[in-house]
């Protein structure tokens, strides 16, 4: 079965940091682009970081921007998002998802190939 699993979130205190894994079965990762995306309760899911399939390019949202950093390991078949000086507001299920090229844009929603089912991050004191 072709599957990612997000592992690494939990409860934080604000001004804490957290690091998110993103575990890649039944397919390697090193021909996809991949993406972090969250979703907060009541809000729509998204985009927080995507990295592309070599690790040249990044981005990310500029609510994240300076505190968070994406990076992978292809050898290991995972990706990683590090996430520093964490605010209340990044509270959200936190999803990986894997894109395959050709792509039209950096992780772009609507073109994910692969899911995976979250892991849930809250920070609060």
């Known amino acids: 079965q072709l599957q990612l699993v997000e592992s690494g979130g939990g409860l934080v205190q604000p001004g804490g940091s957290l690091r998110l894994s993103c575990a890649a079965s039944?397919?390697?990762?090193?021909?996809?682009?991949i993406g972090w995306f969250r979703q907060a309760p009541g809000k729509e899911r998204e985009g927080v970081s995507c990295?592309?399939?070599?690790?040249?390019?990044?981005n990310y949202a500029e609510s994240v921007k300076g505190r968070f950093t994406i990076s992978r390991d292809n050898a290991k078949n995972a990706v990683y998002l590090q996430m520093n000086s964490l605010k209340p507001e990044d509270t959200a299920v936190y999803y990986c998802?894997?894109?395959?090229?050709?792509?039209?844009?950096?992780?772009?929603?609507?073109?994910?190939?692969?899911w995976g089912e979250g892991t849930p991050v809250t920070v609060s004191s």
């Open positions: 990295i592309s399939s070599r690790g040249g390019s990044t």
């Open positions: 998802a894997a894109d395959f090229p050709p792509v039209q844009a950096m992780c772009s929603y609507v073109a994910m190939d692969y």
């Open positions: 039944g397919f390697n990762i090193d021909s996809y682009y």
